[in-house]
């Protein structure tokens, strides 16, 4: 049975462009301020529904696995608002992730902070955030459970619920 709470939606994307699409439709509702924890194994779609948010965001280049370099930047130069993705999958530990200096940029409202492996590092994160669960149901099915904590956040995952399903928290 789904999940279809005021702070948690659960959606089954069918294949790889459908989590896509689903990332570019909550892109396109971000402002700045934002924290998107993700969660899954590797494979489950945590870069792909991320590029999605991405491209539904604006980004001028599209997003790529920041494995290696830990963080990318990406701006829309018409609202000088950032997009910083982030990946914790070779950190070792929170003590590892706070160097990078994330917390600084958690909340400020010119920022999207976008991380994947979030669980890597779970107390480095704000109380206000999204939350993204992302698992495998078959070669191609995921789901994905968003659960969103505080106000921002809240009123995030209800636009979200109406632009998909037509319906509010």
Do not use: C
């Not at 991405?54 to 701006?75: D, N």
């Not at 993705?85 to 010119?110: F, Q, W």
């Amino acid at each position: 049975m789904p999940i279809l709470t005021a702070d948690t939606l659960e959606f089954i994307s069918r294949n790889p462009e459908q989590t896509r699409r689903l990332g570019a439709r909550l892109g396109h509702l971000l402002r700045g301020g934002e924290v998107i924890a993700l969660v899954g194994e590797l494979g489950s779609g945590k870069t792909v529904l991320a590029q999605g948010i991405g491209q539904g965001w604006g980004a001028m280049q599209p997003l790529i696995s920041p494995t290696f370099v830990l963080v990318r930047r990406h701006e829309r130069p018409h609202d000088g608002t950032f997009l910083y993705h982030v990946d914790l999958y070779r950190l070792e530990g929170e003590a590892e992730a706070e160097s990078l200096g994330l917390t600084e940029l958690m909340g400020e409202p010119e920022a999207i902070v976008l991380v994947e492996w979030a669980d890597r590092a779970p107390g480095l994160f704000p109380d206000d955030r999204l939350w993204v669960e992302l698992r495998w149901l078959d070669d191609l099915r995921r789901i994905l459970t968003f659960r969103a904590q505080g106000e921002r956040h809240r009123a995030l995952l209800a636009e979200f619920r109406a632009r998909l399903i037509g319906q509010r928290g």
